[in-house]
């Protein structure tokens, strides 16, 4: 039995589906609109404006109300419903989705930080290239996840899990390259340090975009697939889009 099938099976209130699918979609919502601040602080970095970057900054308030708002109808929801199987899983998996969110909304705000003490110091410096390409690395990230959220797909969302891979690969490449800067012309040390750490609270986005990817398998497979290597996780969606 496929995962929608076995949540309309569970119940026939039209209403608990709706305020089902509500959860579901302000999931979404808060998700696009941590990765339209996601993209903002990495161009406002890249292209030295400290407007933007404070723009961005600010949206970390909405997003930490976002989150307690969904929690607590998740909570709601639980304390009515007492829900079953893959509607328990549902809500147990946005809240933890959003948990994640919430953490890339201060990751991000934190590359906002460094991106105005960059622009004000006012130099020319290494690994911005890095930045940005590490930067649409772990946006491609957050919006597959999105999608494989509203689609139910534990193949994309293992795709997600796959990618992360790639950016850990290439943060790890980015910090051997500006360690080796930083020895040679230590005039740069405070700026370098500064994109380093940038590229750090990149990895991390990276990190909780794979948890969410996660989240979503467990949604579908009902199978939990944390702490699990690439090929158990395949494993895990193929037997679960086998049961189809």
């Known amino acids: 039995m496929s995962y929608e ?3 309309h099976s569970n119940h026939i209130s039209q209403s608990f589906n709706e305020e089902l699918e509500q959860i579901r979609t302000e999931l979404l919502t808060m998700g696009g609109f941590v990765e339209r601040q996601l993209s903002d602080a990495v161009e406002a970095l890249v292209e030295g404006d400290t407007e933007q970057a404070e723009q961005a900054r600010k949206s970390d308030q909405a997003i930490n109300d976002m989150e307690m708002m969904i929690d607590e109808q998740c909570t709601l929801i639980i304390a009515r419903r007492q829900p079953a199987a893959a509607d328990l899983r549902l809500i147990i998996s946005v809240s933890k989705a959003v ?3 919430e ?3 201060d990751e991000t705000s934190r590359i906002c930080r460094y991106a105005i003490e960059l622009a004000d110091e006012g130099k020319n410096v290494r690994g911005y290239q890095e930045v940005r390409h590490i930067g649409n690395l772990v ?3 957050l919006q597959n996840c999105l999608t494989a ?5 534990a193949e994309m969302a293992y795709k997600v899990a796959k990618q992360d891979k790639e950016v850990d690969s ?3 490449t980015a910090m051997r390259s500006l360690m080796t800067y930083m020895m040679e012309d230590p005039r740069y ?3 370098i340090m500064n994109v380093i750490w940038i590229l750090r609270s990149l990895e991390r986005i990276g990190d909780h975009a794979r948890n969410m990817a996660e989240h979503l398998i467990y949604l579908v497979s009902g199978t939990d697939v944390r702490h699990s290597s690439l090929k158990e996780i395949k494993r895990t969606v193929r037997k679960a889009e086998e049961r189809k």
């Open 189 to 191: 040390i405070s700026s």
């Open 103 to 105: 953490r890339i909304g």
């Open 149 to 153: 959220f509203a689609r139910s797909d």
């Open 5 to 7: 099938q076995d949540r």
């Open 139 to 141: 946006r491609d990230m």
């Open 170 to 172: 290439e943060y790890r």
């Open 99 to 101: 948990s994640d969110l």
